[in-house]
């Protein structure tokens, strides 16, 4: 009886050690990502997102999503495949300590469109029956750690809007490339993003990049 409570306590240990990140390693491991989204997370590009302080869970989701089709709920991402490939479980919650520890640096909203993000971001529009952004990634856009709901703010504008209209186009077409489909099986951001014009989607990508 000793002998296996030992050896289950062991195992738990083990797992603890295996799964405790390391953001000092985390960063020793980030030369992969440098070049895209820079040696901060701070991406100069706005193909590439800013991952610098995204909350590691997010982070973590994103991972393994990668490593998924979209039938099986995953995200395609070409140019991490083989990137994602090269890591274990320990070095992604490593990578995604480090990224989580870094600063995002900001950015501006487009005056003209900022009004109707800020009231789709706050209020949603009743009429189409959209919800409001700030429901699940909060008033100021830092996201919900616990529920691993990214932080948005100071996120490219234009990186924003492809993700929103990837999820929209992956309200009806799912399986299109370019379709994005892993916000579960409730589908929440699909369900919103098919809700919503270029425009709307362009004022709310902005006005999101400009929180601080």
Do not use: W
């Not at 405790?20 to 390693?25: G, M």
């Not at 916000?183 to 929440?188: F, I, P, Q, S």
Request: overall charge neutral; some cysteine.
């Amino acid at each position: 009886m000793k002998q296996g409570l030992s050896i289950i306590v062991g195992l738990m240990l083990c797992s603890v050690s295996v799964f405790a990140a390391d953001a000092k390693r985390g960063e020793a491991l980030s030369s992969e990502c440098v070049a895209c989204h820079g040696a901060d997370g701070n991406s100069a590009v706005a193909n590439f997102p800013k991952i610098a302080g995204q909350n590691a869970k997010y982070i973590l989701k994103q991972f393994d999503d990668m490593t998924k089709t979209p039938a099986e709920g995953g995200r395609e991402i070409p140019e991490m495949t083989a990137i994602m490939a090269k890591f274990s479980t320990q070095d992604k919650a490593d990578l995604a300590a480090f990224f989580a520890s870094q600063t995002m640096t900001p950015a501006a909203a487009d005056p003209e469109l900022a009004a109707l993000g800020e009231k789709l971001y706050r209020g949603g529009n009743h009429a189409k029956g959209m919800a409001a952004c700030s429901g699940c990634h909060g008033p100021d856009a830092k996201g919900n750690k616990g529920a691993a709901y990214p932080a948005l703010a100071g996120q490219h504008a234009d990186y924003i809007a492809k993700q929103l209209k990837a999820f929209r186009q992956g309200a009806d077409q799912p399986l299109k490339a370019g379709s994005r489909v892993n916000d579960g099986d409730a589908k929440t951001m699909r369900s919103i993003a098919e809700k919503m014009s270029d425009l709307e989607i362009d004022a709310l990508a902005s006005f999101i990049s400009g929180l601080r």
